[in-house]
C-alpha cells in the first residue's frame, strides 16, 4: 500500500539558511500534520492542514510556515535556521480530521544545521 | 498544558515473554490514546487505538488498557519477539486530531 513521502531524507544547512522540506500524503487523504522529533524525544506538533487550510498550530517558530497544496501536499518552509531546529521532521496524513482518523507517518526528514 | 507521559523509559525482556508498556496522562478531555512503535531512524507506525469510552481493546498480539480513573494506559505484547524491539510511544488526541505525544519506552527484546 502506498505510504506517505517525505523529501527529501536527509538535508544539511548552514546557520540563518532556510529549508524547504516536502510531503506527500497517502492517496486519498485530505489532512496532513507535521511534527518535529528532537535527538530522543517525543515528536512535537507543529501545524496541521485539512482540505488546504490550516486546522491547528501547535509550537511552531515564526519563522517557519507551511501550506497544502490543491494537490494535497505540503511544504514546510523553514527560514533563518538556528542550530536548535536540528531535528526529525515528519509528515503524517490522515483521511478526515477527527481523533478517530488514524495518522500514518512518513519516513521523515533529518535536518542538520550547522 | 496536557502531557502524557510515561513511567518506565526502557524494558528488555527475553523473546517470548509478555511486555506491559505503561503511560500515564493527564487530558481527562481525550478522546481517543494511541500506541505508536518507532523503530530507529523510521517514522512511528500505529499501533491500535483506543477510544476514551472504552477500557480494553485488542489487536493482533497487543492489546491496550485504558484505566480512565486513574488516567492510565497500558500496551500489552503477548510474545514479544525480537522484531518488536523499538521505541513505543502512547499518545492522545485532541479534537482537531493533533496527537500529544508521552516520552517513550525502549523496548529491547533478547533471543
Known amino acids: 500500500a502506498a505510504g506517505v513521502i517525505q523529501s527529501p531524507r536527509h538535508l544539511i544547512k548552514e546557520k540563518r539558511e532556510t529549508a524547504t522540506l516536502k510531503c506527500y500524503p497517502i492517496?486519498?487523504?485530505?489532512?496532513v500534520y507535521w511534527y518535529q522529533q528532537g535527538p530522543g524525544q517525543d515528536p512535537q506538533f507543529l501545524i496541521s492542514?485539512?482540505?488546504?487550510?490550516?486546522?491547528d498550530k501547535g509550537s511552531i517558530p515564526d519563522r517557519f510556515s507551511a501550506q497544502q497544496f490543491s494537490d494535497y501536499h505540503s511544504e514546510l518552509n523553514m527560514s533563518s535556521l538556528e542550530l536548535g531546529d536540528s531535528a526529525l521532521y515528519f509528515c503524517?496524513?490522515?483521511?478526515?480530521?477527527?481523533?478517530?482518523?488514524?495518522?500514518?507517518f512518513g519516513p521523515g526528514t533529518r535536518l542538520t544545521v550547522l | 498544558g496536557e502531557s502524557v507521559g510515561l513511567h518506565l523509559p526502557t524494558l528488555s525482556v527475553q523473546e517470548g515473554d509478555n511486555s506491559i508498556i505503561n503511560c500515564a496522562y493527564s487530558?481527562?478531555?481525550?478522546?481517543?490514546f494511541i500506541w505508536y512503535k518507532q523503530e530507529s531512524g523510521k517514522g512511528p507506525q500505529f499501533i491500535i487505538d483506543?477510544?476514551?469510552?472504552?477500557d480494553k481493546r485488542q489487536g493482533q498480539r497487543v492489546t491496550v488498557l485504558l484505566n480512565k480513573t486513574v488516567k492510565h494506559l497500558s500496551l500489552q505484547i503477548a510474545a514479544t519477539q525480537p522484531g518488536d524491539s523499538a521505541v513505543y510511544f502512547c499518545?492522545?488526541?485532541?479534537?482537531?486530531?493533533?496527537?500529544?505525544f508521552g516520552q517513550g519506552t525502549i523496548l529491547t527484546v533478547h533471543p
Open positions: 503524517a496524513s490522515s483521511l478526515g480530521l477527527s481523533g478517530a482518523d488514524t495518522q500514518y
Open positions: 492517496p486519498r487523504h485530505d489532512t
Open positions: 492542514f485539512y482540505e488546504k487550510m490550516q486546522s
Open positions: 487530558n481527562s478531555a481525550s478522546d481517543y
Open positions: 483506543i477510544r476514551s469510552n472504552m
Open positions: 499518545a492522545e488526541t485532541t479534537s482537531y486530531g493533533k496527537l500529544t
